[in-house]
């Protein structure tokens, strides 16, 4: 069982910029990883559905509580900086953590991979030290206010790339087995980027859940 939790929420916007507001694109990206780990047959769950308000109490809780061995909390940075981050419990071993940024490199570069202590020695981040015998990653998919970072992040298709990544290394650490196959169609291929996301938007129009893949 893996839990999905989409950060913030409700009246906690979490990172602004450029009229973006993280806790927007944390439940898109959320959401779409549920999806994308049903079709391969994962049990999964969801911390929140909707744009709603979850304490912190409550948000650790349904982690505790919901069976999972793992948890991926999906947030968006700020602040100055650029690429991807994964925080781990202190407590926790990095090979879950490392497998995961490993993951998102194939997509986006990483800048790093790291625990928090706060001032009593604990884990500095609630969702590490307040949900229990779930190991619980906080995914940082690059940076809001960064130019370099937003260029690509702004592609949708290129957001759920990313959360793709990191669900299947979820199910890799967990060591899950698919319980049904999985087909991708491919309906072109092309040199030039406009072309393909042309495509795609035409295949979006029609109703499928196409996206652009950069191979090479």
């Not at 998919?141 to 957001?159: E, P, T």
Request: glycine share 8%; net charge positive.
């Amino acid at each position: 069982m893996i839990i999905i939790d989409a950060g913030h929420g409700g009246k906690d916007p979490g990172a602004m910029a450029e009229g973006v507001k993280e806790k927007d694109w944390n439940l898109e990206v959320s959401l779409h990883q549920y999806e994308f780990l049903k079709k391969l047959g994962i049990p999964c769950k969801l911390t929140r559905k909707t744009d709603i308000d979850l304490s912190p109490d409550k948000r650790s809780e349904l982690v505790r509580s919901s069976g999972a061995t793992v948890c991926l909390s999906n947030h968006f940075n700020a602040g100055g900086g650029s690429g991807a981050e994964v925080i781990h419990s202190k407590y926790a071993t990095t090979a879950f953590a490392k497998s995961t940024a490993d993951a998102l490199k194939k997509i986006m570069p990483v800048r790093r991979v790291f625990s928090r202590e706060g001032a009593n020695g604990k884990d500095y981040y609630y969702m590490h030290r307040l949900t229990g015998q779930v190991e619980t990653l906080i995914i940082e998919y690059g940076f809001l206010d960064s130019a370099v970072d937003r260029k690509k992040l702004n592609v949708r298709s290129y957001r759920f790339q990313l959360a793709e990544e990191a669900a299947l290394a979820a199910v890799r650490y967990t060591k899950g087995n698919l319980t049904s196959s999985v087909y991708f169609v491919q309906s072109g291929a092309y040199k030039e980027k406009s072309r393909a996301e042309q495509l795609c938007e035409e295949l979006k129009k029609k109703g499928y859940d196409a996206f652009v893949k950069q191979e090479g």
